[in-house]
Structures are given as structure tokens and as C-alpha cells.
Nanobody, 114 residues
Framework: QVQLVESGGGLVQAGGSLRLSCAAS????????MSWYRQGPGKERDLVAS????????NYADSVKGRFTISRDNAKNTVYLQMNSLKSEDTAVYYC???????WGQGTQVTVSS
């Protein structure tokens, strides 16, 4: 049974940083690409960043390029999202996603105050 558990969200001032974590279980984590999505108030869920299984390929939404970094530790079955220079428009629930299985985590709230 695939499980994804996000953590690390919270309230931060604009310009601050947060690091989100997603602990995965129930599958061979190192074999699959992983992604982070977010859903802001009244908005659709959008892709933020993705990472290949070996970390060699990463992709980012234009809105976060240069500010966010996705990474993974296959030994810990964990994918991370380092978020720097946060803006109020980054306020959203952030979700971890394993596309191969169509599985989502429960989400973690990030609120950026201006």
C-alpha cells in the first residue's frame, strides 16, 4: 500500500524559507520519479517540481524557478522541497505525488504572510 506523508509546512514571513519533506512507503522508492504539487485557495492543483528516480532530471514551474529546489534521498525514501524567498502567492497546500501509482499525500499547509 503506497503511503506518502508530508511534513514541514507552516507560517512564514515573505522572504523566508521552509523545507518540506515527504516520506514514502509501500513501494520501491528509488525506482520512481516523484513530484510536488500545490493548491492555493480557490485554485487548481498545479505542478511545482518533479525529480527523476536518480535525481538527474528536475523540472520546475516557472513561478518557482530559482527559488525552490526539489531533491530526494533514496536511502531514506524521502523527497524534499526547499523553498526560499517565499512570496504570499506561494501560500497553498503542498502535496507529494507518486505519478506511477496515482497516489497523493494528505498535504501540508504553507502560509506566507506579507
Amino acid at each position: 500500500q503506497v503511503q506518502l506523508v508530508e511534513s514541514g509546512g507552516g507560517l512564514v514571513q515573505a522572504g523566508g524559507s521552509l523545507r518540506l519533506s515527504c516520506a514514502a512507503s509501500g513501494f520501491t522508492f528509488s525506482n520512481y520519479a516523484m513530484s510536488w504539487y500545490r493548491q492555493g485557495p480557490g485554485k487548481e492543483r498545479d505542478l511545482v517540481a518533479s525529480i527523476s528516480r536518480g535525481s538527474g532530471i528536475t523540472n520546475y514551474a516557472d513561478s518557482v524557478k530559482g527559488r525552490f529546489t526539489i531533491s530526494r534521498d533514496n536511502a531514506k525514501n524521502t523527497v524534499y522541497l526547499q523553498m526560499n524567498s517565499l512570496k504570499s502567492e506561494d501560500t497553498a497546500v503542498y502535496y507529494c505525488y507518486a505519478s506511477r501509482f496515482g497516489s497523493w499525500g494528505q498535504g501540508t499547509q504553507v502560509t506566507v504572510s506579507s
